[in-house]
């Protein structure tokens, strides 16, 4: 979470006023995130019942895709725990009228740092879960980085060196069939960014998934091995394999893997590696990067798939 736009009081209860959700007792600014405007809320409604939630002001995508996501969450807000959008619409921002917002209730519980293998095995349990439900969705999003795009990207000279531009080029060489093999595998709605600090844990039990802001629709399996990467290969460290492990086999006890999501789950691993790779990189340049976003962390990820995938 992080806060782009600045509301005071008077802007903030302007917003509930939109939405009909009562009145304003207090707001504070998460110290987090890098994406979208956020406050957390606790307001109380019109019965006098209090209320604890989240105003996002979204920063940089269309009404569209805030109505497509808006709808989803509603659904899917239902059944798993992911925020509840308490609107139907997105609403313009009074004296900000080019930015919209939505306000959905908060979930409770704390980032992770450092996922334990039980907590991998939670995640794996939810995203297979999500990507259940996410079958029922009728609404669609095309996934503007996806396998394609990081096949066709060029990393740039100003942050990379020559022999780590050779091994982007090495690993793009490794999966470029990869599109066209997974044509028929499952397909629906991914998460697309699910790293721990996106997921808040109570007493090391999951209670929520939160930031669906890159959600699209694209193969199940991506999603899987984006996920995989996140919880299991950063630090690359001894416990690597147990958490890895541990996330698969709660994932494929809810949703098997077909036998062609099998047959190309390593490729699939390398190909959500550079996605990163290439999307850090881009981060760094327009941004000047944060810390522990390095691209180099996803180089080093990408370069193990494709040892393992030559050996």
């Not at 709808?71 to 959008?85: D, E, F, H, S, T």
């Not at 193969?219 to 541990?246: E, H, P, Q, Y």
């Amino acid at each position: 979470m992080a806060t782009y736009t600045e509301l005071d009081e008077r802007s903030i209860q302007a917003c509930l006023d939109l939405t009909a959700l009562g009145t304003l007792k207090s707001f504070r600014k998460p110290n987090h995130g890098i994406e979208n405007t956020n406050y957390l809320l606790e307001v109380e409604d019109n019965n006098g019942k209090p209320i604890s939630c989240v105003l996002t002001i979204y920063e940089g995508l269309s009404k569209h895709q805030i109505r497509i996501y808006t709808a989803c969450l509603k659904q899917w807000g239902r059944i798993l725990p992911v925020p509840l959008p308490l609107q139907d619409e997105p609403k313009s921002v009074p004296n900000f009228p080019e930015k919209d917002f939505v306000i959905a209730s908060k979930l409770e519980g704390e980032h992770l740092l450092q996922p334990s293998v039980d907590q991998c095995a939670q995640m794996g349990h939810f995203l297979a879960h999500f990507h259940c439900t996410a079958l029922n969705t009728p609404l669609t999003l095309t996934n503007p980085r996806g396998i394609p795009w990081a096949l066709a990207y060029e990393p740039s000279a100003l942050l990379c060196t020559a022999p780590d531009r050779a091994l982007f080029k090495q690993c793009q060489h490794a999966i470029q069939h990869l599109p066209k093999q997974l044509e028929i595998c499952p397909q629906g709605w991914i998460h697309a960014d699910l790293f721990p600090d996106n997921a808040l844990f109570i007493h090391d039990k999951l209670c929520g998934v939160i930031d669906f802001n890159n959600a699209c629709t694209d193969n199940f399996l991506l999603d899987l091995c984006i996920t995989l990467n996140a919880w299991s290969s950063l630090g690359i460290d001894a416990s690597c394999d147990a958490r890895f492990s541990a996330m698969l086999n709660a994932y494929t006890a809810v949703r098997p893997l077909t036998e062609v999501e099998q047959q190309h789950l390593h490729a699939t691993l390398l190909a959500a590696a550079i996605r990163f790779w290439a999307s850090r990189i881009d981060f760094v340049l327009e941004t000047g990067g944060k810390p522990g976003k390095e691209p180099e962390e996803y180089r080093r990820i990408a370069e193990s798939h494709l040892s393992q995938i030559r050996s």
